[in-house]
Structure formats: structure tokens, C-alpha cells
């Protein structure tokens, strides 16, 4: 009898998505697929996870880390990576993969039972519960919030994607927002009763998410959240985009 095993992985963290490569690539299905869904970084097409980075470089190490010779025939591998390819077709070819399986980037699949698609579908509604900001940014009591004495500078390591509070008695600036939906700075910054300033020094994947989060959380807690004064964008890379004229600046202010 024909079976098949569907394992989600909602919101992991590095370690637990190379765990879940090293259980695909150790698997002894002759089918099987890999699908990610979510946001990746530039230009390498890594997969962009709660506490860090994961993509083609994992598996072509856990690939190497099987040392034994697959009979034949190989198993059949169907990845699906995220929306920029990046590194994954090199790697996907390298002889190192090709010694293990015929694995095959997006591949089109023929799916004629609906039926059993609507209800793949179901048990995914029902098992994925995506967290909102209000959820990965909790807000800070009334009672809490930092009092500057002195002149300080707290710089917050994200992986790929840092970020920076600079404060002064009656001032605070965050620059950048990390890479990773929960803001890396908001740990400290939301006991800061104002952020007069958010910086985004460009736009890329390692700043924006964590910056995007923490507007979001401002919008839907209102009141609730640290007073944001206003947000500052070099918005230089969108020039190409929008056809901005080359004497026009690219700092953008919202307040």
C-alpha cells in the first residue's frame, strides 16, 4: 500500500530546520519533496528563520555527510526553495546531490484527485496559526520604561542584519531593524516610553523585516506601544524602481 508522510514546520528555528534537511536527505521514501515557504535573503536564496539562516549550503553539507553509495534507482527529489533561486540550482546539480538522488528544482506536478487537495488544504488551515506582531512584540508596562542618565549605545547582533539603539536623555534612535520578524532590538527598545527616530539605512531583507514588525506593532497597538516619532528610509535602491529623477533625493521621512 502506497503512503505518504507530510511533516509542517511552522516558524522553526535553525537548528530544527537542519535537522528537518538532515531527515529529508536521510529519508528512504523514493519520492520526496521539499517545499519552503517564506521569506529568503539576497542574493544566496537562504531561507530566513526565527533565530537565524538555513539553505542550499546545509544540504550539500548533510549531503556530503552520507558517505554510502544509494542504490539504484536513485530517489526522486522535488524541491520547491522560496521565490529567488540564489544558490539552489548549483547545488541542486553539484555531484555531490547527484550521487544521492535526481533531485529537480520546482518541479511541475499532475494532481487530478481535488478531492484529496481540498483536504490537504483543510488540515493545513487548521494547523497553521501565523504569530502577528502583537504576538512576537509584547509591550512594556507604564511602570518600566528606561530612564536615560547618561549617553549609551546598544547594538543588538541578529545574524544577518543588525541593529542599533543610540540614546541621550530625551532622545532615542533605532537604526535598523534586524532581519527576523521579532525586531531583534525590541527586547530592550519597548521599555523606551519614545523612539523619536527609526532609521532604515537601505532596503534589503536583513533590515526590513524586523523594522516592518515593529510599524506594524506601533499601528495595531496605538497607545499601548513606545511613542514612534518618525521613521527615516534611504529609499536610494527604489530609484531604478520608480524611475525617480537622478537630482531627486532619496531620504524619505515619514512622520
Known sequence: VNQSHLRLVINPTASQ???EL????????RQRHLV????????SGDWVLQDGVAGSLD?????EERTEKQCDPLPLWGVCPGPLDGQWPAALASPTVRRLAV????PAIAFDNDEL???LKQ???MHIKLSGPTTLLRSSSVDNYIKIVRPCAMVFPASRGDSMIL???????????????????WDIGRYFERIDALVVPYLGTDNLLGSWSFLQHKLQQGNGASELGCVIMNAGSLKKETNLPADETSLVIFG
Open 167 to 185: 540614546a541621550v536623555r530625551g532622545f532615542t534612535l533605532v537604526i535598523g531593524g534586524g532581519f527576523a520578524p521579532n525586531s531583534c532590538f
Open 103 to 106: 533531485a529537480e528544482r520546482n
Open 123 to 125: 488540515y493545513l488551515e
Open 36 to 43: 519552503y515557504a517564506g521569506c529568503v535573503t539576497e542574493p
Open 22 to 29: 538532515r531527515r529529508f536527505v536521510d529519508n528512504v521514501g
Open 117 to 119: 487537495l481540498d483536504k
Open 17 to 19: 530546520t537542519v535537522s
Open 59 to 63: 544540504l550539500l553539507t548533510l549531503a
